[in-house]
């Protein structure tokens, strides 16, 4: 059972679009974090959220925490080449225990 | 600063071997977390290490084990490898244990384990 479940698994948009990418748990986070792993590399965090409700923008990046922090949303804006890669949340649940979801993998085309 | 350090990158083995695999953390962070990444299951947990002892372990038979060292360097070993063990094996390296609210999390590039 994975504790973190992203949705949409996969997904290929036109450069330019617009997408947002969702992770949704029954549990509560103390903290919840967004990574990205490209091809043949290991995740690189982009983002920590703690707070229920808090908003962080990365420049064309906009990452929220649901008010009972139980679930954050990712959300990109014109999105571009380079923003193709596999997007990771992960967090630590009130007990202490860190999780990865389970990952969309995103391909935006020129 | 030098990143996390995972070695080797690429290895094949055989059913019924073991395998060895290391990864030196950024100076001075004391976990080191390790992964396992297949397409179908994504990124499993392992174990973490934190100052030579281990903190927490995912849901993998005991065929996986790991330690750490003195000097932060961490290792795990599979012992009787099987086809399904055939994956990406990543660590994390980070100054706190990863439950600790804002530590981020350090990547290795990974090791590539093929089972034949």
């Known amino acids: 059972t994975q504790l973190l479940e992203q949705s949409p698994q996969f997904l290929s948009i036109q450069e330019g679009e617009n997408l947002t990418v969702y992770c949704n748990s029954s549990?509560?986070?103390?903290?919840l974090q967004w990574y990205r792993q490209e091809p043949g590399e290991g995740p690189v965090l982009l983002v920590t959220v703690v707070t229920g409700g808090e908003v962080k923008k990365l420049k064309r990046l906009t990452f929220q925490f649901g008010d009972a922090r139980k679930d954050s949303s990712l959300h990109i804006t014109a999105a571009q080449t380079g923003d193709t890669g596999l997007y990771l949340c992960a967090g630590a649940d009130t007990g202490n225990q860190f999780y990865f979801g389970t990952g969309t993998s995103l391909t935006v085309i020129p | 600063k030098a990143g996390v350090t995972q070695t080797p990158r690429y290895l094949i083995k055989t059913r019924g071997q073991q395998v060895t695999l290391s990864c030196s953390p950024i100076s001075g962070h004391r976990s080191v977390s390790w992964y396992q990444q297949t397409p179908g299951q994504g990124l499993q947990f392992l174990f973490e290490y934190f100052s030579e002892t281990q903190r927490n372990k995912g849901n993998f038979p005991g065929r996986f084990s790991g330690r750490q060292f003195s000097n932060s360097r961490s290792e795990m070993n599979v012992s009787t490898l099987e086809l399904g063990d055939s994956a990406l094996y990543l660590c994390?390296?980070?100054?706190?244990?990863?439950?600790?609210?804002?530590?981020?999390?350090?990547f290795g590039q990974g090791t590539r384990l093929t089972v034949v």
């Open positions: 549990s509560v986070f103390s903290s």
């Open positions: 994390a390296s980070s100054l706190m244990w990863q439950a600790v609210q804002n530590t981020e999390a350090f």
